[in-house]
């Protein structure tokens, strides 16, 4: 684990710069191996802050973003991180998924594509991340029966934003996503007594969220 930390030592220090501040974030970040979940060929960029290829058009998010998204969920959740319920839309390689798994207390993860759903949840068992569950199907359409959730978090970006997932969040929770084509930001809706409040957070680039499922 040092040595993992030692590795990841001058990401996290970028990271600092680019104004992530939740030293629990930048802990967890520093721990977890992210060359797991990376193909062979790209392992040795698994420390660089870029986004990169997992295979069947979609992309292991920079560590900015996984960083910057995971912080801003602590920051606007109803209740203590480990009594937490989150919805994730788009387990992909399950970096995301994990990083979720070490800082709140129930995470929920849907995958449109079976065969990176499977190799996500390899990993999870591997690092030992049991309070994940994951579900093969539409990202569109969330997940009903776990819900209502604390907070829900989207790592690709649709078109305009899921109503299924607007009205599966509790009272107090956040649902945050980038939105938009061409043109995408980040953007938090936070649900308050029946009403949904919207906050743009930054500019971002992600690929899109497909509905449907995809062997």
């Not at 660089?48 to 290829?53: D, F, G, I, R, V």
């Not at 709140?104 to 049991?130: M, P, T, W, Y």
């Not at 604390?150 to 899921?162: D, F, K, L, Q």
């Amino acid at each position: 684990m040092s040595a993992n930390i030692a590795k990841a030592k001058p990401l996290i220090q970028e990271l600092q710069r680019l104004g992530i501040s939740n030293t629990k974030v930048l802990d967890v970040m520093s721990q977890i191996p992210r060359e797991l979940f990376l193909p062979p060929t790209l392992t040795h960029k698994a420390w660089e802050n870029n986004a990169l290829p997992i295979g069947q058009g979609q992309t292991l998010s920079q560590p900015y973003t996984v960083a910057r998204m995971t912080e801003l969920l602590l920051l606007h959740l109803p209740v203590p991180p480990p009594s937490a319920t989150v919805l994730e839309i788009g387990t992909g390689s399950g970096y995301q998924t994990t990083i979720l798994a070490h800082l709140f207390g129930q995470i929920c993860s849907v995958e449109r594509i079976n065969n990176l759903k499977f190799q996500a949840k390899r990993r999870l068992n591997h690092l030992d991340c049991h309070n994940v569950k994951l579900r093969y199907g539409d990202g569109w359409a969330g997940w009903a029966s776990k819900g209502p959730y604390h907070a829900i978090i989207v790592t690709a970006a649709p078109a305009s934003v899921p109503e299924a997932l607007l009205e599966q969040l509790g009272e107090g929770g956040c649902l945050l996503l980038p939105v938009g084509q061409e043109q995408q930001s980040l953007t938090l809706y936070k649900k308050e007594h029946d009403t949904i409040h919207k906050i743009v957070i930054e500019e971002a680039k992600f690929v899109p969220l497909v509905p449907g499922e995809l062997q």
